[in-house]
């Protein structure tokens, strides 16, 4: 079993930055990749980033490509979402996902609560 705790949400302005955390307890190495998810309201849950666990390749969605960046620590079990260049369309919840290294929700096995983040003009 997996949990997963995000933290770093909040608010920021636009153009400002924000660094996720994700930090897994319990039987990690079950899981081959860490991703993020957001969900703004309305609006449905969409892939974020992703990274694998083992060898820390990366996969990003379009509107965040060269933006954010994805990133692990093997050895404290945490996952970083680092968020440059914000803009008021990023505003949504955030979640933290444990699976296989995918970019479809239904990939993810494990997901943390959410952390909010809004970005004001």
């Known amino acids: 079993q997996v949990q997963l705790v995000e933290s770093g949400g909040g608010l920021v302005q636009a153009g400002g930055s924000l660094r996720l955390s994700c930090v897994a307890s319990?039987?990690?190495?079950?899981?081959?990749?860490m991703g993020w998810f957001r969900q703004a309201p309305g609006k449905a849950r969409e892939f974020v980033a992703a990274?694998?666990?083992?060898?820390?390749?990366?996969r990003y969605a379009t509107p965040v490509k060269g933006r954010f960046t994805i990133s692990r620590d093997y050895a404290k079990n945490t996952v970083y979402l680092q968020m440059n260049s914000l803009k008021p369309e990023d505003t949504a919840v955030y979640y933290c996902a444990a699976g296989y290294y995918s970019i479809v929700e239904r990939g993810y096995s494990y997901w943390g609560q959410g952390t909010q983040v809004t970005v004001s003009s």
């Open positions: 990274i694998s666990w083992g060898t820390g390749d990366t």
């Open positions: 319990g039987r990690t190495f079950s899981s081959a990749a």
